[in-house]
């Protein structure tokens, strides 16, 4: 299935590095989602945009820096990340209707990230 | 309190068992309802939705009480294949919660 790819598959990095995670939706959805899920946790919405502007951003730190240039594509920037970061970070897209309502989501393989 | 409770596990149940999987929310204006589907080290994936009149697809059947706030999940006649970790998945206003999840494993 390639409704929503993710790229890298795996990661790992420093505490001083700089990466980028890349979410792409082939669905036409107008939604976007990055979701963190660690072990045992459920999983944390951190980022939601619809129409490419970003309507929620649930108390994450700024070394997480999200963009989306247009609704089929999203980034998640990470700079000086901490080790309690490592997780499984996982994009999803939706179609939001206009009444507020909202089809499910599909969810990209996600990405595994360590941080040493 | 969490969003939304599930009863972690694990079960698990022999080959042809029925098992039934609760799941309680704490936000009475939530509009829609999930049951997600995700095995070892992969994505989440729909199962399926929950409507306030009950459904069925196949061998699961998920069922709504808004009054209890309360939503299960049975699924019949197990399969080896129906080894994973059901998500009870509760959304409003585009804000979807997710549970942490029930572990099924079933044995031969």
């Known amino acids: 299935e390639t409704g929503v790819t993710q790229t890298p598959r795996h990661l790992v990095m420093g505490m001083t590095n700089k990466k980028s995670l890349k979410c792409e939706q082939h669905l036409g959805h107008n939604a976007m989602y990055w979701y963190k899920q660690s072990a045992k946790k459920p999983l944390e919405l951190m980022f939601v945009y619809n129409f490419k502007e970003q309507t929620e951003n649930n108390s994450v730190p700024s070394r997480f820096s999200p963009e989306c240039p247009n609704s089929s594509h999203l980034f998640l920037h990470l700079h000086t990340l901490q080790p309690e970061d490592s997780a499984l970070y996982l994009c999803?897209?939706?179609?939001?209707?206009?009444?507020?309502?909202?089809?499910?989501?599909?969810f990209g393989p996600g990405t595994r990230l360590l941080v040493l | 309190r969490k969003e939304v409770e599930q009863d972690p596990g694990p079960f698990n149940v022999p080959e042809g068992a029925t098992v039934a999987f609760n799941c309680t929310y704490s936000n009475s204006a939530s509009q829609s309802f999930f049951w997600y589907r995700q095995d070892c080290r992969k994505e989440p994936k729909l199962l399926m939705s929950?409507?306030?009149s009950g459904n069925e697809d196949g061998r699961f059947t998920a069922q709504l009480n808004r009054a209890s706030q309360y939503i299960s999940l049975l699924i019949r006649d197990s399969k080896l294949s129906d080894s994973a970790t059901y998500l009870c998945?509760?959304?409003?206003?585009?804000?979807?919660?997710f549970g942490a999840g029930t572990r099924l494993t079933v044995k031969p």
């Open positions: 999803a897209s939706s179609q939001v209707r206009g009444t507020g309502g909202m089809e499910t989501q599909y």
């Open positions: 998945v509760v959304n409003r206003a585009n804000d979807m919660r």
């Open positions: 929950v409507y306030s």
